[in-house]
Nanobody
């Protein structure tokens, strides 16, 4: 079992930067892929980024590529998401996810159904 707890959300202005954190506890994450997803009001949960915990390899959604960095701290068992130049369309609840297999193709790791564990989410609101 893995417990995930996100933090760092809030109300920001367009153009600002934000760093989200996800503290993980429980099972080791070394054999897992972790990801960030977001859900806007009335919309489905969508992929933002993932990182394969043991290798550090990453993938980003096109909508955030070039202004977003996903990273992890092995010692702290913590996942991060830094988003720069925030836009109003970045608004939503951001969820941390874990438990997806390391060997899965990148296309499958962008699907929420591939993750076994989820945090409670943290709200990010970007005003224009």
């Amino acid at each position: 079992q893995v417990q995930l707890a996100e933090s760092g959300g809030g109300l920001v202005q367009a153009g600002d930067s934000l760093r989200l954190s996800c503290a993980a506890s429980g099972r080791t994450l070394s054999a897992s892929t972790m990801g960030w997803f977001r859900q806007a009001p009335g919309k489905e949960r969508t992929f933002v980024a993932f990182i394969r915990w043991s290798t550090g390899s990453t993938r980003y959604a096109d909508s955030v590529k070039g202004r977003t960095t996903i990273s992890r701290d092995n010692g702290k068992n913590t996942l991060y998401l830094e988003v720069n130049n925030l836009k109003p369309e970045d608004t939503g609840v951001y969820y941390c996810a874990a438990g997806a297999g390391l060997g899965l193709p990148s296309e499958l790791l962008q699907r929420p159904s591939r993750y076994s564990y989820w945090g409670q989410g943290t709200q990010v609101t970007v005003s224009s």
